[in-house]
């Protein structure tokens, strides 16, 4: 065909490159049309004239014209002489084919009716096409496909001009392509021909009507829509090649029209409203676009700006041919062509290369994308392995740390064992070197008299904490054979293991537990309950217990320590729910009638050859000797017993104290030179003791009562040391003094001191202890030199704790003690309602900034306790309200001596002292 062009060369596709990032605006040309027949025939008259290029004139010079203007300028305009292949080639072509550099483009033929804008866009159409294959012909290099797809808006509804269905199309919005036909056909072109073939079809699909003014008018708005995709075939098979894809759209547009001057009259009206309608709207869009694109666009008011909003000052080339009649009866309709080819003209384009990725290219981009990140992700998990690795090891040094220092304490403890047992007396003359097992075997006659046992020989049994828990029936307490008789029975006492050294009694909360009473967090059930029973504080709960003169199997009270001392041996630190029920349920049992204890299957002693001994005490020294049998073993006895050592009931505090510090031994070489008359004295005293008491009654006192009587008591006996003097008492009262001369603190202790027990809080709330313990600890140790055992004790403990805590393994136990310490809190929040007045609460909740209107006040309160680890004021305060609540207060102002914590004590013959428990428990 003779419409194919050649002047599609590469200047062209470089002009629509290099024109790419340019600032474009739409191009607007005028194409004014020969007057037609009808209107020569009317004698009417042409007023426009194109002078130039770019101008047309309005050549009519009426007087009533005269305000408006008289010429226009545009890029282009064209008279009635010039072909449309001329306004093809100047004023479409280059927006046309920049479908084929992969631009998006739009011609639009805009004016009033029968002015020739079929006629243009026929031509524009066709001469786009041709030069569109001629560009392919030309450029083998790259593979080309020709989508064509048509449609028409009439009435507002979109019609596919290549289908038969009848049925409108529907607009879709898709947030890259922006609106989009659906469903509408779409045919590749074979060849031109093809296309002249769909050209043929769209034309006779198109609505079109006889108008006064056009016999085959257009009563549609009509969109072309040609794609044009390509790649470069030397990446035909490749994976890696992207496409251009664009779409040129020709747009004939339905002609302006007024009512009157057509004698429109229904259908044609009709149409003609719905053509006015969107044409205003398209006036209105570029106008508003001409005035820059400030403001509401209304692009949707019509179908026909919606589907072309790209290329009405979007990313679509455009170019707007304006036809015009030059008829004189046509100027008003002229007049507004004229100024929406104004505005038109004054609007931007952001017109851009659209590069679509192929599917497969998609892919093979995805897949890239996707081993990236799978990379990525294996570069992640790696650094995450080994910041593992690096956590792993760093427990693992840890670990290695601390048993390197239990080995080391290990160590000192068998040395320091090892030379006690060079200073203590051989089995033969003392009975009492034996080795644990070998003493649990030993027959009750063998262990002499009660003063015997009282001695530095003999008293080895009350160096076993199960002896305590022997002695905690009050029944028993007073036969000196029952620790004895108890392991007759087969109670094996294994050898302590490391971490037991680190759980057992020798801990301060076992020891406090032992000296204190029952530890609360081992009996919160019970606690409430006795607080349900009875409101008064528990630590001042008082008991006595008739001792049958006649048996002692009578006895019925059994007091807290006791019982919290039976459960010695199941001590957890974790203190998880069944613990507690464990706890509860040994409490019970021992509560449970004398009768049924096994202790009672002992052999009474009376036919021992120390009866006369305990029957001549049946009241007053029978608990005296009980007593004595229960001495107070601080945490150094136990600890010394835990290494097998049989050591000296007097001196058993010394004895541990050597293991810590050299510098007692000279005590314990004084005093076991003078062993003899030690054990006459003791026995002495004892007797001189039990002549004193004569009460057949036994109290075991609140600790109130306790400090009044031990001072009382211990004033008698100063009073009595000090009157009746002799070497025996000069012997002790000088191991005592070895013994606080060597745990003299230094003087930076107080320091030192200050800064473990911040360690130690500091992993009480990592460990996730208990807070009574916490309470318990804080309020009883505070910074004498004779606590450092203690302390560290509790350091070293927790700290192993700590590392077992951290271990992958012990998630249940960590989440154990956790669940723990929460009912702990809840615990405690009951106590608050109980054991505070409204006042002390409303106080309370104040001073912990507790809103007094919120919910869950107490608990609140309770999940406050011991967290901010950093604040002594803090610490204080949270174990003041925690010994507040669960009876404690008193231990702060319990001296330590009464309770068997430290060395310091007075200056007393510490043979007169009648024990239990750690207190004075005669009277
Ligand atoms: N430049 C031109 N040279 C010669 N004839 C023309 C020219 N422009 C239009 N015509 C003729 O004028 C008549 C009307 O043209 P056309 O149908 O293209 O007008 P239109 O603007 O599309 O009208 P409508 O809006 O009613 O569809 C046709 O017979 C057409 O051949």
Redesign the pocket.
């Known amino acids: 065909m003779s419409m194919i062009n050649n002047n599609v060369d590469e200047s062209t596709y470089a002009d629509t490159r290099e024109s790419d990032a340019q600032d474009e605006k739409i191009f607007v040309s005028i ?1 004014l ?2 007057l ?1 027949e009808r209107e020569l025939s009317n004698n009417d008259v042409a007023d426009w004239e194109c002078i130039n290029n770019t101008t047309i004139l309005y050549k009519n010079s009426l007087p009533e014209r005269s305000v408006l203007p008289t010429a226009y300028t545009f890029d282009r305009v064209f008279g ?1 002489d ?1 072909s ?1 292949r001329q306004v093809y080639e100047e004023a479409a072509k280059r927006v046309a084919l920049s479908v084929v550099s992969g631009i998006n483009s739009s011609i639009f ?1 805009y ?10 866009m ?1 031509g524009i159409t066709e001469y786009t096409v041709a030069d569109i294959y001629d560009y392919i012909h030309e450029h083998t290099n790259r593979e080309f496909v020709l989508k064509f797809s048509a449609m028409e808006i009439y009435n507002e509804a979109v019609k596919d001009l290549l289908s038969s269905d009848a049925m409108p199309l529907r607009l879709l919005d898709d947030p890259e392509k922006g609106t989009v036909v659906e469903k509408i056909t779409e045919v590749t072109l074979r060849d031109w021909s093809h296309l002249k073939e769909l050209l043929s079809v769209c034309e006779a699909q198109r609505k ?1 009507g006889e ?1 006064s ?7 549609s708005h009509q969109i072309l829509r040609l794609t044009v995709e390509s790649r470069a075939c030397e990446f035909k098979r490749s994976q890696n090649s992207s496409t251009l894809a664009a779409t040129v759209n020709f747009v ?4 302006s ?1 007024r009512a009157s001057q057509i004698l429109s009259a229904g259908t044609r009206l009709k149409e003609g409203c719905h053509i006015n309608r969107s044409l205003l709207t398209l006036g209105t869009v570029i106008r508003k676009l001409s005035k820059g694109r400030n403001g509401h666009i209304p692009y949707r008011d019509s179908k026909l700006t919606r589907i072309l909003q790209n290329s009405l000052g979007g990313n679509a080339r455009t170019a707007i041919i304006c ?1 015009m009649s030059p008829a004189h009866g046509h100027v008003e309709q002229s007049r507004n062509t004229l100024l929406f080819a104004s505005c038109a003209k004054q609007v931007g384009t952001n017109a851009h290369v659209n590069v679509v990725m192929s599917e497969k290219a998609l892919v093979k981009q995805l897949q890239r994308e996707l081993a990236r990140l799978e990379n990525q992700l294996k570069n992640l998990g790696s650094l995450s392995n080994s910041c593992d690795s690096l956590a792993l090891k760093e427990k693992e040094l840890l670990i290695e740390k601390m048993d390197k220092e239990i080995r080391e304490l290990t160590q000192q403890r068998d040395h320091a064992q090892s030379r006690l047992q060079n200073l203590i007396p051989s089995p033969g003359e003392y009975q009492v070197s034996k080795p644990w097992d070998e003493l649990s075997s030993v027959s009750e006659p063998e262990k002499g008299t009660w003063l015997d046992e009282y001695s530095a020989s003999e008293a080895s049994e009350t160096i076993d904490p199960l002896h305590l828990d022997v002695i905690s029936s009050t029944s028993h307490f007073s036969d000196r054979s029952e620790g004895l008789s108890f392991n007759k029975h087969g109670k094996q006492f294994p050898e302590p293991s490391e971490e037991q050294f680190l759980c057992d009694d020798t801990s301060p909360r076992m020891f406090i537990e032992k000296y204190f009473g029952p530890d609360p967090t081992k009996g919160w059930e019970k606690i409430v309950e006795r607080i349900d029973l009875n409101n008064e504080d528990n630590c001042k709960e008082v008991q006595c217990i008739e001792i049958d003169s006649m048996t002692y199997r009578n006895s019925e009270t059994v007091s807290s320590p006791g019982k919290a001392n039976h459960n010695l041996e199941n001590f957890d630190i974790h203190h998880d729910s069944r613990t507690l029920k464990a706890t509860v349920e040994e409490q019970k049992t021992i509560e449970s009638p004398v009768d049924s204890h096994p202790m009672e299957q002992y052999p009474s002693s009376s036919d021992s050859e120390n009866s006369d001994s305990r029957s001549t005490d049946d009241s007053g020294n029978r608990s005296c000797g009980a007593v004595l049998t229960t001495v107070p073993l601080s945490p150094r006895s136990t600890m010394a017993k835990e290494d097998g050592i049989l050591s000296m009931a007097l001196e058993k505090d010394s004895i541990t104290s050597l293991e810590h510090n050299n510098r007692k031994f000279s005590g314990l070489v004084s005093l076991a030179d003078d062993k003899h008359q030690h054990r006459e004295h003791s026995q002495e005293s004892l007797k001189s003791n039990s002549t004193d008491v004569k009460e057949e009654t036994i109290k075991v006192l609140g600790l109130d009562e306790m400090v009044v009587k031990y001072e009382k008591f211990g004033n008698d006996v100063v009073l009595a040391a000090e009157t009746t003097p002799d070497k025996s008492e000069e012997d002790t009262i000088h191991v005592l003094d070895g013994i606080r001369d060597s745990q003299v603190a230094p003087s930076n202790w107080s320091m030192e001191f200050e800064k473990q027990r911040a360690e130690i809080i500091q992993l009480w709330d990592t460990c996730n202890i208990p807070l009574v313990h916490r309470t318990y600890f804080f309020l009883v140790f505070k910074g004498d030199p004779s606590d450092s055992i203690y302390i560290e004790v509790e350091l070293r403990r927790l700290s192993f704790l700590k590392v077992s805590q951290g271990t992958t393994t012990a998630k249940n136990s960590r989440a154990s003690s956790m669940r723990a310490l929460y009912r702990e809190r809840e615990m405690l929040s009951k106590l608050i309602l109980k054991k505070l007045s409204t006042k002390e609460r409303m106080t309370l909740f104040q001073k912990w900034g507790v809103g007094l209107k919120t919910k869950k006040r107490r608990l609140q309160l309770c999940r406050q306790l011991w967290t901010d680890t950093e604040d002594m004021d803090h610490i204080k305060e949270s174990a003041a309200v925690v010994a507040k609540l669960v009876g404690i207060e008193e231990l702060s102002h319990v001296p330590k001596e009464i309770v068997g914590l430290s060395f310091s004590t007075p200056q007393v013959n510490i043979r007169s002292f009648n024990w239990k428990h750690g207190v004075p428990s005669l009277v």
């Open positions: 194409r049309r020969p037609n009635g010039c449309t033929a004016g009033q009716t029968s002015s020739g804008k079929t006629y243009t026929c079109i108008t003014l056009n016999e085959t008018s257009s009563r004939d547009l339905a002609g029209e036809t």
